[in-house]
């Protein structure tokens, strides 16, 4: 439990955390470099003191050491410009879901959101069981975790998207792994980088998927690219707006950008002059753009959610009053924002669920808080309690509603009318259910060339 000192400043993890013993023109000279350095990326280094890993995992193909997962035509990839200018090649159709274990237990509307809007716009992909979760979070929450088992856990779900097109009849590598949450993207890309530098990594890990069959051609296979949801999104952007039904004009958005989207692995991130003139990350903010809402820039935008893995399970409180203090309330009062939009599991967790505390210290401030796909599939007439599934959600998201003009009352009515339709067992689903399963127990095989 964190105490506070006689100062009334909570002390950390222990007592080997102490306050900086900085005079307040020090700490407000330090909180201004944050603030205006970042801005213009004078964080990173050189870009010639970065080094673009795919060239060491390109020359290690042509080694024979690995096989890389190409991005193909099928895939109708869209290049989009990395920090540094590098290009990254986003693939938008032919997409094997990599889900969120924390999106699919506590945030549902999430993915279903994702699948509606691939729906929408005659996206191929396949929803699979056979994945595992990344194991990232144990790996940061805990420290339990070793980097052996989160190469190997990656490369094995990595080889399932790989061949799961076989089950459909048609060639391996069809599918592309499309990865949901921002916790497993910012460790896959990683873990790629650790294992293009370290043979004895590569060694290790292909002793272990030797064993489980996880091997193509004895080899490792690596993707070409790591690619986040929010970077399909973001290349798909006009193609949603195009589908937009609402009118977002009036809304004040501010965005959450998350920490193991774009600060692991920074040189990988998207950016585009036309999205705050190049000085934030691209994704989820081009977006918002897109759908014609009005994005607000606040001084806390660098901040962390205050999820942190081990915050979040060792000293909740400090989690708490970070992400009511310096995002919530820095939001609200300095933004006037409607709603607040994030890209990864942890922080629309962390700031969703966690605004309920703030009644017990009279910060009550309620800010909607969900992901960039929810909101869009709203734009884009998506049923807000069947589909964006908001009522799992904390935050109270009824004005909000209302002030895009969605009768909240109507919908939720008639959500309640739907899940007598389920309990009848009437069920809707999103996709052919078949599509979710390419082996095991209860599979059926798919006709040849089906979904090509």
């Given at each position: 439990?964190?105490?506070?000192?006689q100062?009334?400043?909570?002390?950390?993890?222990?007592?080997?955390w102490?306050?900086?013993?900085?005079?307040?023109e020090?700490?407000r000279?330090?909180?201004d470099?944050?603030e205006?350095?970042?801005?213009?990326?004078?964080?990173?280094?050189?870009?010639?003191?970065?080094?673009?890993?795919?060239?060491?995992?390109w020359q290690?193909?042509?080694?024979?050491?690995?096989?890389?997962?190409?991005?193909?035509?099928?895939?109708?990839?869209?290049?989009?410009?990395?920090?540094y200018?590098?290009?990254?090649?986003?693939?938008?159709?032919?997409?094997?879901?990599?889900?969120s274990?924390?999106?699919?237990?506590?945030?549902?509307?999430?993915?279903?959101?994702?699948l509606?809007?691939?729906?929408?716009?005659?996206?191929r992909?396949?929803?699979?069981?056979?994945?595992?979760?990344?194991?990232?979070?144990?790996?940061?929450?805990?420290?339990?975790?070793?980097?052996?088992?989160l190469?190997?856990v990656?490369?094995?779900n990595?080889?399932?998207?790989?061949?799961?097109?076989?089950a459909?009849?048609?060639?391996?590598?069809?599918y592309?792994?499309?990865?949901?949450c921002?916790?497993?993207?910012?460790n896959?890309?990683?873990?790629?980088?650790?294992?293009?530098?370290?043979?004895q990594?590569?060694?290790?890990?292909r002793?272990?998927?030797?064993?489980?069959?996880?091997?193509?051609?004895?080899?490792?296979?690596?993707?070409?690219?790591?690619?986040h949801y929010?970077?399909?999104?973001h290349?798909?952007?006009?193609?949603?707006?195009?589908?937009?039904?609402?009118?977002?004009?009036?809304?004040?958005?501010?965005?959450?950008?998350?920490?193991?989207?774009?600060?692991?692995?920074?040189e990988?991130?998207?950016?585009?002059?036309?999205?705050?003139?190049?000085?934030?990350?691209?994704?989820t903010?081009?977006?918002?753009?897109?759908l014609?809402?009005?994005?607000?820039?606040?001084s806390?935008?660098?901040?962390?959610?205050?999820?942190?893995?081990?915050?979040?399970?060792?000293?909740?409180?400090?989690t708490?009053?970070?992400?009511?203090?310096?995002?919530?309330r820095?939001?609200?009062?300095?933004?006037?924002?409607?709603v607040?939009?994030?890209?990864d599991?942890?922080?629309?967790?962390?700031?969703?669920?966690?605004?309920?505390?703030?009644?017990?210290?009279?910060?009550v401030?309620?800010?909607?808080?969900m992901?960039?796909?929810?909101?869009?599939?709203?734009a884009?007439?998506?049923?807000?309690?069947?589909?964006?599934?908001l009522?799992?959600?904390?935050?109270?998201f009824?004005?909000?509603l209302?002030?895009l003009?969605i009768?909240?009352?109507?919908?939720?009515?008639?959500f309640?009318?739907?899940?007598q339709?389920?309990a009848?067992?009437?069920?809707?689903?999103l996709?052919?259910?078949?599509?979710?399963?390419?082996?095991?127990?209860?599979?059926?095989?798919l006709?040849a060339?089906?979904?090509?």
């Amino acid at each position: 439990m964190a105490q506070a000192d006689q100062g009334g400043h909570y002390t950390g993890f222990g007592p080997e955390w102490q306050p900086a013993p900085l005079a307040p023109e020090q700490a407000r000279r330090a909180t201004d470099w944050v603030e205006a350095r970042i801005d213009r990326r004078a964080l990173l280094v050189n870009k010639d003191q970065v080094e673009d890993v795919r060239e060491r995992m390109w020359q290690l193909e042509k080694d024979g050491e690995i096989i890389v997962h190409r991005i193909g035509e099928r895939h109708e990839p869209v290049t989009a410009r990395t920090l540094y200018g590098w290009e990254k090649r986003i693939p938008t159709n032919f997409l094997w879901h990599h889900k969120s274990c924390g999106q699919c237990g506590n945030i549902p509307g999430y993915p279903t959101s994702l699948l509606w809007l691939m729906n929408q716009l005659g996206t191929r992909y396949i929803d699979e069981t056979d994945q595992t979760s990344c194991t990232a979070w144990n790996y940061h929450g805990s420290g339990i975790g070793n980097v052996v088992s989160l190469a190997a856990v990656f490369l094995r779900n990595f080889h399932q998207a790989y061949v799961s097109a076989q089950a459909q009849g048609i060639p391996a590598g069809t599918y592309y792994p499309l990865v949901h949450c921002g916790t497993s993207f910012g460790n896959y890309k990683e873990m790629r980088s650790f294992l293009m530098h370290s043979p004895q990594l590569r060694e290790q890990v292909r002793k272990i998927l030797a064993k489980l069959g996880r091997l193509v051609d004895g080899k490792l296979l690596i993707p070409e690219e790591v690619v986040h949801y929010s970077e399909w999104l973001h290349v798909m952007r006009e193609r949603v707006a195009e589908r937009r039904v609402i009118d977002c004009s009036k809304l004040r958005v501010t965005v959450h950008p998350a920490c193991h989207v774009y600060k692991m692995v920074p040189e990988d991130v998207i950016y585009d002059d036309t999205v705050m003139d190049g000085n934030r990350v691209a994704v989820t903010t081009g977006v918002m753009q897109s759908l014609g809402a009005q994005v607000i820039d606040y001084s806390t935008w660098y901040d962390c959610c205050g999820f942190g893995f081990r915050h979040i399970i060792g000293e909740r409180e400090f989690t708490r009053s970070f992400a009511i203090d310096r995002k919530i309330r820095v939001a609200v009062e300095e933004a006037r924002a409607d709603v607040m939009i994030g890209h990864d599991t942890g922080c629309i967790t962390t700031l969703d669920k966690n605004q309920w505390i703030g009644r017990a210290v009279d910060k009550v401030y309620e800010l909607p808080v969900m992901a960039d796909c929810q909101f869009a599939a709203l734009a884009c007439g998506a049923h807000p309690y069947k589909l964006a599934q908001l009522h799992w959600h904390a935050s109270p998201f009824e004005g909000l509603l209302e002030k895009l003009g969605i009768d909240w009352q109507k919908a939720k009515a008639e959500f309640e009318s739907y899940l007598q339709e389920v309990a009848a067992g009437r069920v809707e689903t999103l996709y052919d259910p078949k599509r979710a399963i390419t082996s095991g127990p209860g599979f059926v095989a798919l006709p040849a060339g089906d979904g090509a």
